[in-house]
């Protein structure tokens, strides 16, 4: 089945910079992603999407970018603030398919 | 307008027992997705139903769990016979039916086999 899998498990960051979480996936029919945020005891919150005809996709303080030739996609959090102390989830699928696939997440670590 | 609502939230049952989790899904939501987390690891896909349908059950273990969601009421996960192996979190997430692409998480049933 399909794997999609993250870099780096836990990442330390300073209250006030910029956090980058990675996450590779091998499925290449794939083309829809969405980043969740997990917070302890709580089920996953949906942060941002993007499809495989983009590359890059901005929210409120977050970006999400696309990478389909190394299959690699990213969450860029600018100006990290305690309360973004979770762990992330990449999740991806094939657009008309209900099924997602989740990566094992990293977990943000914002020190004040 | 309500979420996703699990219960019960944490669950305790002993090895040989059966777990019933619950679900209600998000008004206007007639699909449903259960997924179970083991601690320190992702979501594993267990199964996808719509009403009074099993669209795909492919995450599912082949004994002891079953999955349905009526007409009427809620969608029941059942662990029959649970083991310690039974013990993570499982969340429920449900969609519109015009758009699958979005799916929307309750906060999860606890289940602890001792």
């Known amino acids: 089945g399909e794997s999609v899998g993250l870099h780096l498990p836990t990442l330390s960051v300073q209250e006030g910079d910029n956090s980058i979480i990675n996450c590779a996936y091998s499925?290449?029919?794939?083309?829809?992603f969405i980043w969740y945020k997990q917070e302890s005891g709580k089920g996953p919150q949906f942060i941002i999407d993007i499809r495989s005809n983009m590359d890059k996709r901005q929210g409120q303080r977050v970006t999400v970018l696309l990478n389909k030739t190394v299959k690699h996609l990213s969450l860029q959090i600018a100006a990290t603030q305690p309360g973004d102390s979770a762990v992330y989830f990449c999740a991806e699928k094939q657009y008309n398919f209900n099924k997602f696939y989740f990566g094992s997440g990293t977990k943000l670590n914002v020190k004040p | 307008n309500a979420g996703v609502m699990q219960n019960p939230r944490h669950l305790v049952r002993r090895r040989g027992q059966e777990a019933r989790l619950r679900c209600s899904p998000m008004k206007g939501h007639s699909h449903v997705y259960w997924y179970r987390q083991l601690p320190e690891e992702g979501l594993k896909f267990m199964v996808y139903l719509q009403k009074e349908n099993i669209i795909d059950e492919s995450g599912m273990p082949k004994e002891r769990f079953s999955a349905e969601f009526p007409k009427e009421g809620p969608s029941i996960l059942r662990i029959q016979q649970v083991v310690r192996g039974d013990s993570a979190a499982y969340f429920c997430?449900?969609?519109?039916?015009?758009?699958?692409?979005?799916?929307?998480f309750g906060e999860g049933s606890w289940l602890t086999v001792v």
């Open positions: 499925n290449s029919a794939s083309d829809y």
């Open positions: 997430a449900s969609s519109p039916p015009s758009n699958g692409n979005t799916i929307y």
